[in-house]
């Protein structure tokens, strides 16, 4: 057969195929009761994507409010599971093996959406402050650890899967259980289990056709979603990205009342990750490149999720042992040196720390006083990429010179 019509024969068969007539309808509860039945999954590349509270209020918004269907969910079934990416369990995380995942539903795009909903259904505590409001007619998000108003009922207990549970709430609360606003309540309540979404259907997918399918379907130029999936192929090596690192660098900012540093919530990721270019570069031995820096746009997710578990953990050590130091060094030195104002100050200082192998009770009296003059004189406002970059390689050089 010629090359022509082997290309003839391929695009009769795709003709013939039409994906969008592999789909279902099914309501919000139906979908609730498959994901806790343990029937539909995750790719392991959606390990960490997550969704602010505010995105879910807006979506539980869209469901009660919106005047056109939601966008259909996607899923893969799986047949066959040497054919597709690693699975990880849609509640608890955990990575799935064989036949702990044949017959199951994978998710490659809506996984926010179901998440969000199964968080309702379930009442997560961590939902406690999405309410819905009733003076304003719409779910909003109250501070962390409040307590509901009078006339607020959480977005857990709205949802919940128990009828009880919501209606021994109500029954406590004098404004909620008045009839009207009870009647309501019920009627929104009915409308949400009922909502349907289109849930389209492929079936046994290959890791890099439901890696593609994913990119088109939600990727669509968010560097953070795909620094994300990239990351998670540590989780099948037996290291999460978060746990082991993310976690403990933003609660050890936080615990020196820095976390404030973090100039939007997605920076709580790509600036660690960014922050490991020294270690990187010094524990691999590979030439460091031009974009070797610790800021996010010279971070290496791809490069770092090839790396073994070895590998890994040891990046991931002496970045936090060197984020111990700086933070250390910033404390003890607090009579002479300001409270840093912007994040880079300090991941450029685990940077040296890291490839100067810098231990603060060693430091002599030149080198204390050098860390202590470019802290309080350096500045990043309106700098470019070069020129930061530029100043990272500078600040290594003059301590090196010392």
């Not at 806790?36 to 879910?56: A, N």
């Not at 259907?201 to 990119?215: G, N």
């Amino acid at each position: 057969m010629s090359s022509i019509q082997l290309t003839l024969k391929k695009l009769s068969e795709s003709a013939l195929f039409d994906a969008s007539k592999e789909r279902l309808d099914l309501s919000i509860r139906r979908l609730c009761e498959e994901i806790q039945e343990k029937r539909i999954v995750l790719p392991v590349f959606q390990t960490y994507i997550r969704w602010t509270e505010e995105k879910v209020a807006a979506l539980f918004n869209y469901q009660l409010n919106g005047k056109a269907p939601m966008a259909p969910i996607s899923v893969n079934v799986i047949n066959k599971p040497e054919k597709v990416v690693e699975q990880i369990n849609f509640m608890t995380r955990e990575v799935l093996e064989g036949d702990e995942i044949k017959g199951k539903i994978s998710v490659a795009d809506g996984q926010q959406r179901l998440s969000a909903n199964y968080n309702a259904y379930i009442n997560n505590p961590d939902y406690a402050h999405i309410v819905l409001d009733i003076r304003k007619g719409k779910f909003i998000v109250n501070e962390p650890d409040s307590k509901p108003d009078s006339y607020q009922i959480p977005a857990g207990i709205l949802y919940n899967k128990d009828q009880d549970v919501f209606r021994n709430y109500i029954s406590k609360v004098a404004f909620l259980n008045k009839e009207e606003i009870r009647d309501v309540l019920s009627e929104v309540r009915r409308k949400h289990f009922a909502y349907t979404y289109v849930v389209n259907q492929a079936t046994d997918l290959s890791r890099k056709a439901q890696m593609e399918w994913f990119e088109v379907l939600n990727l669509a130029g968010s560097q953070v979603t795909e620094t994300m999936v990239y990351l998670s192929d540590m989780l099948t090596k037996g290291v999460d990205f978060y746990t082991y690192y993310v976690y403990p660098f933003t609660e050890k900012l936080e615990a020196n009342d820095l976390g404030s540093l973090f100039p939007r919530k997605s920076a709580e990721v790509s600036i660690p990750l960014a922050a490991l270019n020294s270690a990187y570069f010094k524990y691999t031995g590979l030439p460091k490149t031009s974009n070797s820096s610790p800021i996010p746009s010279d971070a290496k997710p791809i490069a770092i999720g090839k790396l073994n578990v070895e590998e890994t953990r040891k990046l991931l050590d002496v970045t936090l042992d060197a984020l111990d130091s700086v933070l250390a060094f910033i404390k003890q030195q607090a009579a002479v040196i300001k409270t840093p104002d912007r994040i880079d100050v300090i991941t450029y200082l685990v940077g040296l720390f890291v490839e100067g192998e810098i231990n603060i009770d060693s430091l002599s009296h030149v080198q204390m006083e050098f860390l202590i003059k470019w802290s309080n004189n350096i500045s990043f406002v309106n700098n470019s990429n070069s020129a930061r970059r530029e100043k990272f390689e500078q600040l290594i050089a003059d301590y090196k010179s010392l």
